[in-house]
């Protein structure tokens, strides 16, 4: 059986909003973000707090199509276009659907080596003057880097049409909890050799505080813009392919691990039920399988459109600074305080 999409033809946005609960127990620990820790927010009679940014639920998005044993895309999306980024050794180095910023990579475009650099340059001179020819765009991304098209790109350099290619996200999501309430804790790293030895080398015992959450209810909102996609002006395997695309990304996100950090391990609050939109309503979120089959057809259609490519960045590691530990008297090693961009 394979997903059919007719429902959607006439449809801007296909909307969710999916109910999730913790694994186990009723704690949860939400992303923080530097200098200002959890981000709740007050509604009227309840306090509600942001557990999964747009940048990062994007990122995790793209992960859903990787295969991180073989670095490579998974079987069921082979043959969709993206850049693999080589050492000089040819070892392997990154990948665009691994870059927080996709095409605009710093691997891709600040290397030394300026081969792929001058290729995108080239393929995207068209749109060095005057208004950006949007069709043009796409067309480019399509075969460079199809998930610039779902999770949006922003090309800033300015020997790239001066700085101006920006796609918005026509793939997004993100989580929120509502009804929540503070849970305060802390501990302490041990040191049990020299508890009063010098924190800032990594020594002695550091107490920490730590702040986890419980929740009314947890909901994992996602937006598949439609109206978008289509004004791509892409044919309509193209069109057909990213639709599929983005409601195969979601599909296996709420299918697979939803651990978003060691304190934040999450899960469909109704395994078994379907889950259904609430726009267009009725409609509801075909199977992996499904949309793997239904994948097959676009993904031929498109095979001329869309390369994969290798480019190489040859450049020295850079080291970045040393982290001071205890500084933060974080005991928490996956408090994803980052959020990685995902336009």
């Known amino acids: ?71 490579d895309v998974v079987n069921a999306v082979k043959g969709i276009s993206h850049v693999r980024v080589l050492r000089k050794d040819k070892r392997f180095l990154t990948d665009t659907v691994l870059e927080a910023h996709r095409l605009n990579s710093p691997y891709l475009l600040e290397g030394s080596n300026k081969t792929f650099f001058k290729e995108l340059t080239g393929a995207l001179g068209a749109l060095e003057s005057g208004p950006i020819d949007r069709k ?59 508890p009063s030895g010098d924190t800032k080398k990594g020594f002695g015992n550091v107490p920490f505080a730590r702040d986890e ?57 109704e395994e078994k039920a379907p889950i259904v939109a609430t726009k267009p309503e009725g409609f509801v979120l075909p199977s992996r399988e499904e949309l793997e089959q239904a994948l097959n057809g676009p993904l031929a259609e498109c095979a001329k459109a869309m390369k994969v490519r290798e480019a190489e960045y040859a450049d020295d590691l850079k080291k970045q600074d040393e982290p001071k530990p205890g500084a933060a008297g974080n ?8 959020e990685g961009e995902g336009e």
């Open 213 to 269: 959450f419980t929740a009314g209810r947890i909901v994992l909102y996602a937006n598949l813009d439609l109206a978008q996609i289509r004004g791509y002006g892409l044919p309509n395997a193209a069109s057909h392919l990213l639709a599929l695309l983005g409601l195969l990304k979601l599909r296996t996100l709420v299918d697979g691990d939803l651990r978003l950090r060691s304190a934040c391990d999450l899960r469909l609050a």
């Open 1 to 71: 059986m394979t997903a059919n999409l007719s429902a959607l033809a006439s449809e801007h946005r296909v909307l969710f909003a999916i109910d999730l609960e913790p694994l186990q127990g009723k704690r949860f620990q939400p992303t923080g973000f530097p200098g200002l820790g959890a981000a709740t927010y007050e509604r009227p009679g309840k306090t509600s707090l942001l557990v999964e940014s747009a940048q990062s639920m994007a990122n995790r998005l793209e992960l859903t199509i990787w295969d991180a044993a073989k670095n």
């Open 136 to 194: 043009r765009l796409a067309e480019t991304l399509l075969d460079y880097d199809v998930g610039s098209l779902l999770h949006g790109v922003f090309l800033a350099k300015k020997e790239l049409a001066g700085g101006r290619l920006r796609v918005a996200r026509a793939l997004s999501a993100f989580i929120e909890a509502e009804d929540v309430k503070n849970v305060a804790s802390g501990g302490v790293k041990n040191d049990h050799v020299n």
């Open 331 to 338: 005991a928490d090693d996956d408090q994803d305080n980052s």
